[in-house]
């Protein structure tokens, strides 16, 4: 499996991209394409790809903040999940990892939420205990609850504060 680095929206895979990005998210979860070119400029902010035999698979969005690289945006093409790329490509992309990984998931309130979150237990990724509100990515829409989940180990409440704030002030706020 190949991984390439989305730097532009005239990109090879950027309609791919876009097609499974909003598909997967709900509307509120997602940038608009002028804040995704806004987030393209930041040095900080990584969209990959990944591809195999020239197939598009899925794509980590991805930030390099001060203490850890926060998983943004995380999918797998809809006829291709079930058959074990989700693992790959999260696995591939922990391997590379050279600090702690945080993302977030819906809060657990139904079957599909539970799956998600041993999808990433077995993967890995860790439960954590803080009361997070995610800002969102479009006006009128409300903040809301999610999950932090981290690998390979739970953040400590230094951590959490310090991803919290960078979430909210550079992510949500500079590039937003």
């Known amino acids: 499996m ?3 680095e989305i730097k532009s929206i005239s990109d090879k895979f950027f309609v791919a991209f876009k097609d499974l990005y909003s598909i997967s998210f709900p509307i509120f979860e997602q940038r608009t394409e002028a804040q995704q070119m806004k987030a393209f400029t930041c040095p900080d902010y990584h969209l990959l790809c990944f591809v195999e035999n020239e197939v598009f698979i899925g794509f980590i969005a991805y930030w ?6 926060y998983i ?3 999918a797998i093409h809809q006829l291709l999940r079930g058959k074990g790329y989700g693992s790959r490509v999260l696995k591939e992309y922990l391997k590379m990892a050279n600090k702690t990984v945080v993302l977030e998931i819906d809060p657990i309130t ?14 890995g990724f860790v439960e ?6 995610h800002s969102p990515y479009r006006e009128g829409y409300k903040a809301h609850h999610l999950e932090v989940l981290s690998f390979p180990s739970d953040l400590t409440p230094e951590e959490y504060v310090s991803f919290s704030c960078q979430l909210t002030q550079v ?4 590039y937003l």
């Open 2 to 4: 190949e991984q390439i």
């Open 64 to 69: 390099e903040l001060d203490h850890c690289l």
């Open 72 to 74: 943004e945006h995380f």
């Open 110 to 123: 139904d079957e599909v939420s539970e799956a998600r979150l041993h999808f990433y237990k077995r993967c």
């Open 128 to 133: 954590n205990v803080y009361d997070h509100v």
């Open 171 to 174: 992510v949500m706020t500079k």
